[in-house]
């Protein structure tokens, strides 16, 4: 199949041409591309005249006939194609209406024509213009207006410049290049833009609800991508977001980044104002943020309602407000309108492509109203979201837009598993038939119920295994939040395997990977805001949504906090004083209470400030106190609550920092870091945030605080600069963006830092070049809190450099220590370690260490791959030692006929132990916890695989080398029964029960049941497989790999699922692997190439 | 079930003979089901091959993740061809039967047949001589109107299952059905 030949050249030459605008380009074209070859080119040419004329023909309609979705659309598309083809006004229309001027004289442009103007914005003239070098291409050439180049225009257009320069998507009208012309306006020449309305489209074209929402989708994308560079559209409306057919498909492009304004309101130097009293952008499109003349806060989520109001339009064929209404009531009662009442949902207008079923009406109601809500705090939080909601309807997927219940979730998740379903449903029809059925029926009605049984079983099984395949490609794209989802939908819905109802033992090792286990928790009544921790690290203080102000023992788990005082309304920061006796606590309304903390009284309440109070920091000296209110000001004052002086700052204050020495107060601005000495108020340095444009989140760290840390709102990464030199050092790339906490160990070596969506990343620095720079790593990264859109998950470190504690939307605090929360942890076996356990129980880690004492003084020992029962065994020379787990003390010595052992191994019970060589296994009982023991038999036998012991000890499963087969030996009577033959096999397991049977041949891979012997999973020409383990619920089978990868296999529908952990550096082979307590937690030991162990396990730690 | 399993596991693993096995157990499978659907339903009724590959697909690999389209490959290939010879014998059938029937009976079905989306035996019969001629000039066109036509996939499945990209799969559908176009046109 890799080898395709060339296409046909007539076959080559049409889809080429087809890519082409009109007839005419295909025409000369085609007459470049075919030369003198006129068979070829009167071919191409009947080929494009049969696509524009014969848009319906057999095939067209054969294929149309069949009730298939996509096969519809892609006829429809093609339709649409062809009609676009033969209707010049659709694709040589421009952009904007063309606008015919008499007396055209345009503007002069080196290497460009201007031919005609093709719109006409506020501020500039849109011209179609040919550029003649370096290539040849019609572009768009946007020129700023004679008679309109004030200072004012200049600037805001310098910043669209350099906004659109930055941006570079498919989706996104792009920039080429700028300059001035001869007369010195400003122009920049951006992609000509062949579309028309995104509504017009829709319409013109017919789109389906589908296809509609596809484009919603690019649409925020777009949006999305432009927001990540600090640049808000501030004017979307259908007349800018234009569709244009792309190969065959409609193609979105967002133009007129005209009015965007980058969210640091600085690019180039110069000051983008967007003037005040000026109203920008089209009112009917517009969020009521934005109509509030003194729009200084506006953020992303303006363009979210925008495209709200879009796809509103799209759904209804009108706007929330329509035109009309506007008209007439003119734009100051269009926005008090618009705040004072809810619009229609969209379901209740008339619905204009009448496309609407009861079930999606429900669904995308809830999506548009989301998206135009008039608190900005209910909408998406960002264009992505509202794309990624809008996929998972398209995806039938339950939306995020509204708490779903329960049958609507279920409803969708049927409609996800498409094929079950279809099983599902014939289990129905077979319901139905029983019912109707009279007795002497009853056989058949019998037989009936038994295939309709087996069908549910299957559909259920086959549920579960798209289930957990699901949860391990989103653990591969390391999405915690999905994989939590995923992860409590498999445990809520658990399938019956064996008669026994439970949740596949899988599903506990993927849980754990996304959330970790804490060192205790506090449950608060509301959304805890704020956090902070006295210096003992034994307290922690909360402010919470209700104003309460909580302090909680931290060494007392589950405790109740007590409470303080309260604000009465939201309350989001606070601060302790280095002393522990006071704290100081910060409203959403600006007000900023002092409390005594040993006597829980309120000391000073100040009146309070313009607006919210985000941050509240406590010198170290303990002589001051910040307080940072949003968009305003931070305040400076005493101890005592006396002020000191004061900084204005339009900027957020989700985080303010003292110098250790706390002669400096360090808060962000719009475009830098402002130093202030604490003594005069003044500022006396800015510190260059360059490539961070907008930074919110700082933090000290590094030895002495030498390094300070930043983090902005739409950069995934975090810089590391030099306080002292101000100069950048280091940049840390995280998986998220915008980091709302950070906060620092006590030697300042690793950083925990808190996103709104719960996620918690922990990332540890080091120096290199000598310290010239730093660098930082993702150490582990996990679910902490429920997920909330657009709010602070406040962090706090405790002493020392393992453990700080972390408060959440979801009313928890928790208390953590970075060992526990890794996902996978690599380590170093020492040299001294003999062997090491994972205690079955716990999953803790135990080493087994070489000692003087026998029998662990030599390397040439052999130990029983797990523990069972609290005890191992080990084979060192002619004795076999049983040794307690716990304190490593030997209980029996065996004398061991054995010349050499290779394999030792318990029953399940703990009261059987086989041992072999080459050559020879025995077998010994004990009856009382190993005081005394008997050999029981002893075989002949030349084995590769180590043996099993099953059935309570009665049953030994071993392979005969020489005979190639697998046989099962009653161990008291001596028969051999052979289980399977010609195989030569490498690796042998058993589930719990022993009904299950893997095995690792050469190149084979075969688990079968013991009993039936009937084949589970076959795999022929299966290399490189090194370790089997079956889960003891009969769900899955682990495959572990020689180079480190682990897959899983689902029994029941006998597939493999996917892979469970892939090394991210090479490591060594698969020598053994241990699982703990139900699959909570596995380790494995991997041989190194240095001739060591390497253990990794997954996950860091279980629960107690 | 278990089978099929096996062969397209043989398949997978290179198996050239497994190929061969696998065309008469998805023949009959779809012949099967075709009856089926041809007794409990209008005699005249058009047989729906998305439906029936779907089906079959379902009775066949059902155990199997549909998105595993490394035996989906091979399924299709051969339901193509299973769907083929049962269009086409159908459709043979009912030229003879028209050809050799009464006349009122030959206006009835004549009518039915004109239903917008469906074909008749005959016009079924000129498609696949044309899919033969466009087989020769250039396969891979070819192969991707088989899927379509006979296996009933949308243009997205057919380009899974011949390994080339969506959008790529979209031009040549553009070209199929321009090429068909100038084909049925007539000389």
């Given at each position: 199949?890799?080898?395709?030949?060339?296409?046909?050249?007539?076959?080559?030459?049409?889809?080429?041409?087809?890519?082409?605008?009109?007839?005419?380009?295909?025409?000369?074209?085609?007459?470049?591309?075919?030369?003198?070859?006129?068979?070829?080119?009167?071919?191409?040419?009947?080929?494009?005249?049969?696509?524009?004329?014969?848009?319906?023909?057999?095939?067209?309609?054969?294929?149309?006939?069949?009730?298939d979705d996509s096969g519809g659309k892609q006829?429809d598309l093609?339709?649409r194609?062809?009609?676009?083809?033969?209707?010049?006004?659709?694709?040589?229309?421009?952009?904007?209406?063309?606008?015919?001027?008499?007396?055209?004289?345009?503007?002069?442009?080196?290497?460009?024509?201007?031919?005609?103007?093709?719109?006409?914005?506020?501020?500039?003239?849109?011209?179609?213009?040919?550029?003649?070098?370096?290539?040849?291409?019609?572009?768009?050439?946007?020129?700023?207006?004679?008679?309109?180049?004030?200072?004012?225009?200049?600037?805001?257009?310098?910043?669209?410049?350099?906004?659109?320069?930055?941006?570079?998507?498919t989706n996104?009208?792009?920039?080429?290049?700028?300059?001035?012309?001869?007369?010195?306006?400003?122009?920049?020449?951006?992609?000509?833009?062949?579309g028309i309305p995104i509504t017009d489209y829709c319409k013109q074209h017919d789109l389906n609800l589908r296809q509609r929402l596809e484009l919603c989708v690019d649409l925020c994308m777009a949006v999305h991508h432009?927001?990540?560079?600090?640049?808000?559209?501030?004017?979307l409306k259908p007349?800018?977001v234009l569709v244009m057919n792309q190969?065959g498909k409609p193609v979105i492009k967002v133009?007129?980044?005209?009015?965007?304004?980058?969210?640091?309101?600085?690019?180039?130097?110069?000051?983008?104002?967007?003037?005040?009293?000026?109203?920008?952008?089209?009112?009917?499109y517009?969020?009521?943020?934005?109509?509030?003349?003194?729009?200084?806060?506006?953020?992303?989520?303006?363009d979210v309602y925008s495209i709200g109001v879009v796809l509103y339009e799209l759904l209804t064929d009108a706007t929330p407000?329509?035109?009309?209404?506007?008209?007439?009531?003119?734009?100051?009662?269009?926005?008090?309108?618009?705040?004072?009442?809810?619009?229609?949902r969209p379901s209740q207008r008339?619905p204009g492509a009448g496309f609407h079923t009861k079930l999606l009406k429900r669904e995308l109601d809830w999506i548009v109203m989301k998206a135009i809500d008039?608190?900005?705090?209910?909408r998406y939080?960002s264009a992505s979201a509202f794309a990624a909601d809008v996929q998972r309807y398209l995806d039938g997927e339950p939306v995020e837009a509204c708490?779903p219940?329960?049958?609507y979730?279920?409803g969708k998740?049927?409609r996800q598993?498409?094929?079950?379903?279809?099983?599902?449903?014939?289990?129905?029809?077979?319901?139905?038939?029983?019912?109707?059925?009279?007795?002497?029926?009853?056989?058949?009605?019998?037989?009936?119920?038994?295939?309709?049984?087996?069908?549910?079983?299957?559909?259920?099984?086959?549920?579960?295994?798209?289930?957990?395949?699901?949860?391990?490609?989103?653990?591969?794209?390391?999405?915690?939040?999905?994989?939590?989802?995923?992860?409590?939908?498999?445990?809520?819905?658990?399938?019956?395997?064996?008669?026994?109802?439970?949740?596949?033992?899988?599903?506990?090792?993927?849980?754990?990977?996304?959330?970790?286990?804490?060192?205790?928790?506090?449950?608060?009544?509301?959304?805890?805001?704020?956090?902070?921790?006295?210096?003992?690290?034994?307290?922690?203080?909360?402010?919470?949504?209700?104003?309460?102000?909580?302090?909680?023992?931290?060494?007392?788990?589950?405790?109740?906090?007590?409470?303080?005082?309260?604000?009465?309304?939201?309350?989001?920061?606070?601060?302790?004083?280095?002393?522990?006796?006071?704290?100081?606590?910060?409203?959403?309304?600006?007000?900023?209470?002092?409390?005594?903390?040993?006597?829980?009284?309120?000391?000073?309440?100040?009146?309070?400030?313009?607006?919210?109070?985000?941050?509240?920091?406590?010198?170290?000296?303990?002589?001051?106190?910040?307080?940072?209110?949003?968009?305003?000001?931070?305040?400076?004052?005493?101890?005592?609550?006396?002020?000191?002086?004061?900084?204005?700052?339009?900027?957020?204050?989700?985080?303010?920092?003292?110098?250790?020495?706390?002669?400096?107060?360090?808060?962000?601005?719009?475009?830098?870091?402002?130093?202030?000495?604490?003594?005069?108020?003044?500022?006396?340095?800015?510190?260059?945030?360059?490539?961070?444009?907008?930074?919110?989140?700082?933090?000290?760290?590094?030895?002495?605080?030498?390094?300070?840390?930043?983090?902005?709102?739409?950069?995934?990464?975090?810089?590391?600069?030099?306080?002292?030199?101000?100069?950048?050092?280091?940049?840390?790339?995280?998986?998220?963006?915008?980091?709302?906490?950070?906060?620092?160990?006590?030697?300042?070596?690793?950083?925990?830092?808190?996103?709104?969506?719960?996620?918690?990343?922990?990332?540890?620095?080091?120096?290199?070049?000598?310290?010239?720079?730093?660098?930082?790593?993702?150490?582990?990264?996990?679910?902490?809190?429920?997920?909330?859109?657009?709010?602070?998950?406040?962090?706090?470190?405790?002493?020392?450099?393992?453990?700080?504690?972390?408060?959440?939307?979801?009313?928890?605090?928790?208390?953590?220590?970075?060992?526990?929360?890794?996902?996978?942890?690599?380590?170093?076996?020492?040299?001294?370690?003999?062997?090491?356990?994972?205690?079955?129980?716990?999953?803790?880690?135990?080493?087994?260490?070489?000692?003087?004492?026998?029998?662990?003084?030599?390397?040439?020992?052999?130990?029983?791959?797990?523990?069972?029962?609290?005890?191992?065994?080990?084979?060192?020379?002619?004795?076999?030692?049983?040794?307690?787990?716990?304190?490593?003390?030997?209980?029996?010595?065996?004398?061991?006929?054995?010349?050499?052992?290779?394999?030792?191994?318990?029953?399940?019970?703990?009261?059987?132990?086989?041992?072999?060589?080459?050559?020879?296994?025995?077998?010994?009982?004990?009856?009382?916890?190993?005081?005394?023991?008997?050999?029981?038999?002893?075989?002949?036998?030349?084995?590769?695989?180590?043996?099993?012991?099953?059935?309570?000890?009665?049953?030994?499963?071993?392979?005969?080398?020489?005979?190639?087969?697998?046989?099962?030996?009653?161990?008291?009577?001596?028969?051999?029964?052979?289980?399977?033959?010609?195989?030569?096999?490498?690796?042998?397991?058993?589930?719990?029960?022993?009904?299950?049977?893997?095995?690792?041949?050469?190149?084979?891979?075969?688990?079968?049941?013991?009993?039936?012997?009937?084949?589970?999973?076959?795999?022929?020409?299966?290399?490189?497989?090194?370790?089997?383990?079956?889960?003891?619920?009969?769900?899955?089978?682990?495959?572990?790999?020689?180079?480190?990868?682990?897959?899983?296999?689902?029994?029941?529908?006998?597939?493999?699922?996917?892979?469970?952990?892939?090394?991210?550096?090479?490591?060594?082979?698969?020598?053994?692997?241990?699982?703990?307590?139900?699959?909570?937690?596995?380790?494995?030991?991997?041989?190194?190439?240095?001739?060591?162990?390497?253990?990794?396990?997954?996950?860091?730690?279980?629960?107690? | 079930?278990?089978?099929?399993?096996?062969?397209?596991?043989?398949?997978?693993?290179?198996?050239?003979?497994?190929?061969?096995?696998?065309?008469?157990?998805?023949?009959?499978?779809?012949?099967?089901?075709?009856?089926?659907?041809?007794?409990?339903?209008?005699?005249?009724?058009?047989?729906?091959?998305?439906?029936?590959?779907?089906?079959?697909?379902?009775?066949?690999?059902?155990?199997?993740?549909?998105?595993?389209?490394?035996?989906?490959?091979?399924?299709?290939?051969?339901?193509?061809?299973?769907?083929?010879?049962?269009?086409?014998?159908?459709?043979?059938?009912?030229?003879?039967?028209?050809?050799?029937?009464?006349?009122?009976?030959?206006?009835?079905?004549?009518?039915?047949?004109?239903?917008?989306?469906?074909?008749?035996?005959?016009?079924?019969?000129?498609?696949?001589?044309?899919?033969?001629?466009?087989?020769?000039?250039?396969?891979?066109?070819?192969?991707?109107?088989?899927?379509?036509?006979?296996?009933?996939?949308s243009?997205t499945?057919?380009?899974?299952?011949?390994?080339?990209?969506r959008?790529?799969?979209?031009?040549?559908?553009?070209?199929?059905?321009?090429?068909?176009?100038?084909?049925?046109?007539?000389?």
């Open positions: 199949m890799n080898r395709r030949p060339a296409p046909p050249p007539a076959r080559r030459l049409y889809e080429q041409a087809i890519a082409l605008a009109d007839e005419a380009s295909q025409r000369s074209f085609l007459a470049e591309q075919c030369g003198d070859d006129v068979v070829l080119r009167e071919r191409v040419e009947r080929l494009l005249q049969a696509r524009r004329e014969q848009p319906n023909h057999l095939l067209h309609r054969a294929v149309a006939s069949e009730g006829t093609l339709n194609l062809t009609h676009a083809s033969t209707n010049p006004s659709v694709t040589s229309d421009t952009p904007t209406e063309i606008q015919d001027c008499g007396q055209f004289t345009p503007p002069s442009i080196p290497s460009y024509n201007l031919v005609r103007v093709i719109g006409e914005g506020g501020m500039g003239t849109v011209y179609l213009a040919e550029q003649l070098a370096p290539i040849r291409r019609e572009v768009a050439v946007k020129v700023i207006k004679p008679g309109m180049d004030s200072e004012e225009v200049i600037a805001r257009f310098r910043g669209e410049r350099q906004a659109l320069a930055m941006m570079d998507h996104i009208a792009k920039v080429f290049e700028s300059g001035t012309t001869e007369r010195g306006r400003p122009y920049f020449v951006m992609e000509l833009v062949r432009a927001h990540q560079r600090g640049v808000i559209h501030r004017d007349t800018n190969d133009i007129d980044f005209g009015v965007s304004k980058a969210l640091r309101g600085d690019l180039g130097g110069r000051t983008l104002v967007t003037h005040g009293s000026q109203l920008i952008g089209t009112p009917l517009m969020a009521p943020e934005q109509a509030k003349r003194t729009n200084y806060d506006v953020d992303t989520r303006v407000i329509d035109r009309e209404t506007l008209k007439r009531i003119g734009v100051d009662q269009f926005y008090s309108l618009l705040v004072r009442r809810e619009p229609d008339v008039r608190d900005r705090d209910r939080p708490p219940s329960w049958a979730r279920f998740t049927a598993y498409r094929i079950e379903l279809s099983m599902l449903a014939l289990l129905m029809v077979s319901l139905v038939v029983i019912s109707g059925v009279s007795l002497w029926q009853m056989a058949a009605v019998d037989a009936a119920r038994r295939e309709s049984e087996q069908r549910e079983r299957h559909a259920v099984e086959l549920l579960q295994a798209l289930k957990l395949q699901r949860a391990l490609t989103t653990l591969q794209d390391g999405n915690l939040m999905r994989l939590h989802e995923l992860a409590t939908d498999l445990q809520s819905d658990p399938v019956s395997i064996d008669g026994v109802s439970r949740p596949p033992e899988l599903t506990h090792l993927l849980m754990n990977v996304a959330t970790r286990p804490t060192r205790g928790s506090f449950a608060n009544a509301s959304a805890v805001n704020g956090l902070a921790a006295t210096r003992d690290g034994q307290r922690a203080l909360s402010v919470d949504e209700r104003g309460d102000v909580k302090l909680w023992d931290l060494n007392a788990p589950d405790a109740i906090g007590r409470l303080i005082g309260t604000h009465n309304e939201p309350a989001h920061a606070v601060a302790i004083s280095p002393d522990g006796h006071t704290a100081v606590t910060g409203s959403k309304l600006g007000t900023i209470c002092f409390w005594n903390l040993d006597d829980g009284t309120l000391i000073r309440r100040l009146p309070p400030l313009e607006t919210g109070i985000e941050t509240l920091r406590w010198s170290p000296d303990g002589r001051h106190v910040a307080a940072g209110a949003r968009y305003s000001e931070v305040w400076v004052g005493d101890a005592d609550g006396n002020e000191a002086f004061r900084i204005a700052n339009d900027h957020r204050h989700e985080s303010l920092l003292f110098s250790r020495d706390s002669t400096r107060l360090i808060a962000p601005t719009r475009k830098d870091i402002c130093v202030y000495d604490m003594r005069s108020g003044k500022k006396i340095r800015s510190i260059n945030t360059q490539p961070l444009k907008n930074v919110r989140t700082l933090c000290f760290a590094g030895k002495d605080d030498r390094w300070l840390i930043a983090g902005e709102r739409f950069k995934e990464s975090l810089i590391i600069l030099d306080f002292k030199t101000g100069k950048l050092i280091g940049q840390v790339p995280l998986d998220t963006s915008y980091p709302r906490a950070i906060c620092a160990s006590g030697n300042g070596m690793w950083l925990r830092i808190s996103f709104s969506d719960g996620q918690i990343q922990v990332i540890q620095l080091s120096p290199s070049d000598g310290g010239a720079a730093v660098t930082g790593r993702i150490f582990t990264k996990f679910l902490a809190h429920r997920p909330a859109s657009d709010v602070r998950l406040p962090l706090a470190s405790l002493p020392g450099e393992t453990a700080f504690i972390s408060g959440g939307q979801d009313g928890n605090i928790h208390r953590w220590h970075q060992h526990d929360v890794r996902s996978t942890e690599m380590r170093r076996r020492p040299d001294s370690v003999l062997a090491t356990y994972l205690i079955p129980e716990t999953g803790r880690v135990s080493h087994v260490h070489r000692t003087k004492q026998s029998p662990f003084t030599s390397r040439h020992v052999v130990f029983s791959p797990e523990i069972v029962d609290g005890v191992f065994a080990v084979a060192s020379g002619n004795t076999i030692s049983v040794v307690r787990a716990g304190d490593q003390q030997v209980i029996a010595e065996i004398k061991s006929p054995l010349a050499g052992h290779r394999d030792l191994a318990f029953s399940a019970e703990a009261d059987t132990l086989v041992a072999g060589s080459a050559t020879q296994v025995c077998v010994w009982k004990s009856n009382d916890r190993w005081g005394s023991h008997e050999l029981v038999n002893q075989f002949e036998i030349q084995h590769d695989a180590p043996p099993r012991l099953c059935d309570g000890g009665q049953t030994l499963i071993v392979d005969d080398a020489a005979g190639r087969r697998i046989l099962e030996i009653d161990i008291g009577s001596g028969r051999r029964t052979e289980l399977a033959n010609d195989v030569s096999v490498s690796f042998l397991c058993l589930d719990s029960g022993a009904r299950r049977l893997g095995m690792i041949a050469e190149n084979l891979l075969l688990v079968m049941d013991r009993r039936s012997a009937e084949v589970l999973i076959e795999k022929h020409q299966f290399h490189g497989v090194s370790r089997l383990q079956l889960s003891d619920d009969g769900t899955t089978l682990l495959e572990g790999r020689r180079d480190g990868r682990v897959y899983v296999w689902h029994l029941p529908t006998r597939q493999r699922l996917g892979l469970l952990y892939q090394p991210k550096n090479a490591v060594g082979m698969l020598h053994r692997w241990q699982i703990a307590n139900q699959s909570r937690r596995m380790m494995l030991e991997f041989g190194s190439d240095y001739g060591g162990t390497d253990l990794l396990l997954i996950p860091g730690q279980i629960g107690p | 079930m278990s089978d099929i399993t096996k062969i397209l596991g043989r398949i997978d693993a290179g198996d050239d003979r497994a190929t061969e096995e696998l065309l008469p157990l998805v023949y009959d499978e779809l012949r099967r089901l075709a009856a089926q659907r041809m007794r409990h339903e209008r005699s005249d009724h058009t047989l729906q091959a998305t439906a029936l590959v779907h089906d079959a697909y379902v009775r066949l690999v059902g155990s199997r993740n549909e998105s595993c389209w490394q035996s989906g490959t091979h399924f299709f290939a051969a339901a193509v061809q299973a769907m083929r010879r049962i269009l086409i014998e159908h459709a043979r059938r009912k030229a003879s039967q028209k050809r050799g029937g009464g006349w009122s009976r030959i206006a009835i079905e004549d009518y039915e047949e004109q239903r917008v989306g469906e074909l008749s035996a005959e016009q079924l019969l000129e498609l696949d001589e044309a899919l033969a001629k466009l087989e020769v000039e250039d396969a891979l066109i070819a192969e991707l109107v088989r899927l379509r036509l006979y296996a009933g996939l243009v499945e057919a380009a899974g299952v011949i390994g080339i990209s959008s790529v799969a979209y031009q040549h559908w553009d070209y199929a059905l321009a090429w068909f176009a100038v084909e049925l046109q007539g000389d």
